[in-house]
């Protein structure tokens, strides 16, 4: 299987606690994306990678939540001192940047479901 | 504020018939809108990507529309499938194309 994947697909921990996640994108895809998704809701955009070079953050990313993708390929989203509004699907896209036309596709992975008790 | 809109929340129709679902955007500037299908539990997969100067396309049953004169698009499902069940979000991509903002989805389920 050469799609995006992503480990652990479930996550329940206790609040307070720290949790890491891992996003392994398709291989020749230097651009890697996180997103937190609520039931009912679409994915919001959280950050993205250009190769290793972590190009864009979003308010939504408290200083609790760090990611990074060291060597230009898997990536890491941490969360500290978790809180109970953490839960949520935590998504990890990878795509093919620089495609002109504007034709750049992001392939999702299954995601990581975390539910903060 | 970039946002995208989608009609409606959710939708019930017997198998077999054909649905409409809706999308209205106001991002600027506009860089391509893409229709993406969420089975429940998984990430979301693409089903069609336009750029501003497509105004159709078509993927097996799924037919996507834009008009990016009054910024909406339609998809277009045609005799739908118990598969067929599951969210289908709007996504535009701003500028560079790499921000992109996801509409709520709209959630379908095809009944027997």
């Known amino acids: 299987d050469t799609g995006v994947s992503q480990d652990p697909r479930h996550k329940i921990t206790k609040r307070g606690q720290n949790v890491t996640f891992r996003c392994d994108p398709i291989?020749?895809?230097?651009?890697l994306y996180w997103y937190r998704q609520t039931l009912g809701q679409g994915p919001e955009f959280l950050t993205y990678f250009q190769n290793e070079a972590q190009l864009e953050k979003s308010r939504l990313l408290s200083d609790r939540f760090s990611a990074e993708r060291p060597k230009g390929s898997f990536s890491t989203l941490e969360i500290q001192r978790t809180e109970q509004g953490d839960s949520a699907m935590y998504l990890c896209?990878?795509?093919?940047?620089?495609?002109?036309?504007?034709?750049?596709?992001?392939?999702f992975g299954p995601g990581t479901r975390l539910l903060v008790l | 504020k970039n946002q995208v809109e989608q009609s409606p929340q959710s939708l019930i129709i017997l198998e077999g018939k054909n649905c409409t679902l809706q999308c209205n955007y106001t991002v600027s500037p506009f860089s391509n809108l893409r229709w993406y299908k969420q089975d429940t539990g998984r990430g979301p997969v693409s089903l069609t990507i336009m750029t501003f100067s497509e105004n159709t396309k078509s993927n097996g049953r799924y037919t996507a529309t834009l008009d990016a004169d009054t910024k909406q698009s339609s998809l277009h499902i045609t005799a739908s499938q118990l598969s067929d069940s599951a969210s289908y979000i709007c996504v535009v991509s701003e500028g560079s194309a790499s921000k992109i903002i996801f509409g709520s989805g709209t959630r379908l389920s095809i009944r027997p």
């Open positions: 291989s020749e895809h230097n651009r």
């Open positions: 896209a990878s795509s093919l940047g620089g495609l002109a036309g504007g034709q750049e596709t992001q392939y």
